[in-house]
């Protein structure tokens, strides 16, 4: 069972939005879900000149990601954000879990011991 992470949402200058909060936190479960390293996720949304602006930092075990994303409606500013953070959580945890598999592949002890 993973641990639920510590989702922190500010609207800036903006009304709170009960279905949107719910939707990020639904993000939040979900990225919590295949990256078990994750301890909190922090979104804040704010109004723009031209619509509105979000921004994202997750942090965890060994993971610090920070980003913003722009839109007409502050729903898919969220939802941008999300697909922003996604693939860069995925990076960090790719290169964590092959540099781990590269290590024991040049590792002579251990290629002995399987022959």
Request: no cysteine; charged share 30%.
């Amino acid at each position: 069972m993973t641990q639920s992470p510590l989702v922190v949402i500010h609207f800036k200058e903006i009304d709170a939005d009960e279905e949107l909060r719910s939707s990020i936190e639904n993000h939040s479960q979900r990225l919590a879900q295949e990256f078990h390293e994750i301890v909190r996720v922090e979104i804040s949304l704010q109004a723009n000149g031209a619509g509105f602006q979000a921004h994202g930092h997750v942090t965890g075990k060994g993971i610090d990601v920070a980003t913003h994303a722009d839109a007409s409606k502050l729903g898919p500013a969220a939802d941008l954000v999300f697909n922003k953070l996604e693939p860069q959580l995925r990076k960090i945890h790719d290169k964590r879990i092959f540099a781990q598999r590269r290590k024991a592949q040049r590792d002579p002890v251990k290629r002995q011991g399987s022959s």
